[in-house]
């Protein structure tokens, strides 16, 4: 009941297309969902968080959309760009004591120049 | 700068030998974490510390040993190491109020156990 579904896996995009990464959970105690954004050789940095009482959020090229009734929410990369290609994780975040995330299984983005 | 640093960036050993990984962080946040990322890419959490007590422990085997000095810093021993220990490991930390939660990274610890 804890996980977070990620998909797809992997995903080859066209410069200047849109990417779009989804994922699903079932704990409704999560109240945070932040999506993070990995380069190679470096550790996840967080791009765009998203609190449940709100069904979109946008900042610059990247929007999550949120689906508190299907539980579900996605990322959302407008007029992707080479510079976009990492990988994507999505997380969830509960409180219990203290913060706890639980993320997604990853998605490697692949912007095509 | 940097906000959470970890050493060594990379360590290669041999199966049953004793490392430890360092971390630091000075956000000044209360909360560390050490993440585990496998060679698939999932990130798993260890443990988790809120000024310098222990609050999650995911099932780690005991070979695995968190210390914290104080709150700006979360080691990590590992002894009597194994293949299977071979792993990215990641240092983060968290401010657990005032509405900021997100986890802070450091940039990992690639282990090599040969």
């Known amino acids: 009941q804890q996980q977070v579904k990620q998909s797809p896996q992997s995903l080859i995009v066209q410069k200047g297309g849109i990417s779009i990464i989804n994922c699903a959970y079932e704990?409704?105690?999560?109240?945070?969902f932040p999506w993070y954004q990995q380069f190679p050789g470096k550790g996840p940095a967080l791009l765009i968080a998203i609190r449940p009482d709100v069904s979109e959020k946008k900042e610059g090229r990247f929007t999550i959309s949120f689906n508190k009734s299907a539980k579900q929410f996605s990322l959302h990369i407008m007029d992707s760009q080479p510079g976009d290609s990492a990988t994507y994780f999505c997380?969830?975040?509960?409180?219990?004591?203290?913060?706890?995330?639980?993320f997604g299984t990853g998605t490697r983005l692949k912007v095509l120049a | 700068d940097t906000a959470v640093s970890q050493t060594p960036k990379y360590l290669v050993t041999q199966m049953g030998n004793d490392k430890s990984i360092k971390c630091e962080q000075n956000l000044g946040h209360d909360t560390m974490y050490w993440y585990k990322q496998d060679s698939k890419k999932f990130l798993k959490i260890m443990f988790s510390y809120n000024n310098k007590e222990l609050i999650i422990n995911e099932t780690v085997p005991n070979r695995f040993s968190p210390k914290s000095p104080d709150k700006a810093h979360l080691n990590l021993h590992i002894n009597s190491l194994e293949l299977g220990d071979s792993a990215v490991y990641f240092c983060?930390?968290?401010?657990?109020?005032?509405?900021?939660?997100?986890?802070?990274f450091g940039n990992g610890t690639r282990l090599t156990v040969t």
């Open positions: 704990n409704t105690a999560f109240d945070y």
């Open positions: 983060a930390s968290s401010q657990d109020w005032g509405g900021a939660r997100a986890l802070h």
């Open positions: 997380a969830a975040s509960f409180q219990s004591g203290t913060y706890k995330y639980i």
